[in-house]
């Protein structure tokens, strides 16, 4: 419900999901209203509005598995993208697919990727996406992985590459997990792979059983 000045205006649905999508929408309309733009068209935009490119991004679902795709690369980010995910799903297991960017952000910031990433049941860390930086000596995703706290090691994985990867989580996830991919490189592009190899699998494992 939204107010102004302690009065009711009206209930606004929103197409997006989390608590900074509300703060982003109340924002829409404030300034809408300095504006003096009508309340119907902001009502109607924000009802249709599914919100931007890899944020969130749904990305497929196969055999009850979803699998989304979020452009956070930094441990703040990262952190509500996942309490977003938990508060929406809140008994289903996560498993996050996250590629650090640039050596730099990663030799400063390992330790809270390390810490925010434990908030998931189950985390792959790709190789670092260096972006236009140059490798920094004694720096890549291992990093990540030895800062994790010793018991929680085994819910951490490091990742060697794309096909790698794409073969252990699928060999891995079941009905009603969610799949999260995270970072600012070309980690994006693994959510479509995902579905595909998924896909697949769901169709052999229908063909076999029914043979």
């Known amino acids: 419900m939204l107010n102004h000045d302690g ?3 009206d209930r606004v649905t929103l197409a997006v999901s989390g608590e900074h999508n509300v703060l982003n929408s109340l924002a829409a309309c404030a300034a809408s209203h300095a504006m003096k733009i009508p309340f119907d068209s902001v009502k109607r935009s924000l009802s249709v509005f599914h919100g931007a490119k890899r944020r969130l991004q749904k990305m497929g ?3 009850g598995i979803l699998i989304y795709d979020d452009y956070g690369h930094h441990p703040n980010e990262i952190r509500a993208t996942l309490n977003t995910v938990r508060k929406i799903f809140p008994n289903r297991r996560l498993v996050a697919i996250f590629q650090p960017h640039r ?3 990663t030799a400063a910031l390992y330790k809270e990727f390390a810490e ?3 908030f998931t049941d189950k985390s792959f ?3 670092v996406y260096g972006s236009d930086e140059k490798p920094i000596e004694g720096v890549s995703s291992k990093l990540i ?3 994790a706290p010793d018991n929680d090691k085994h819910r951490y994985e490091l990742s060697g590459n ?3 990867l794409i073969t252990s989580v699928c060999s891995m996830v079941r009905n ?3 799949i999260l991919t995270i970072g600012a490189g070309s980690v994006g592009t693994l959510g479509r792979k995902i579905c595909d190899r998924l896909q697949k699998k769901h169709l052999s494992d229908g063909a076999a059983k029914s043979c």
């Open 7 to 9: 009065e009711k205006i």
């Open 61 to 63: 679902e196969v055999d």
């Open 103 to 105: 050596f730099s952000r």
């Open 116 to 118: 925010v990433l434990s």
């Open 125 to 127: 860390i790709l190789p």
């Open 145 to 147: 992985l030895d800062a």
């Open 162 to 164: 794309f096909d790698e």
């Open 176 to 178: 009603g997990d969610v």
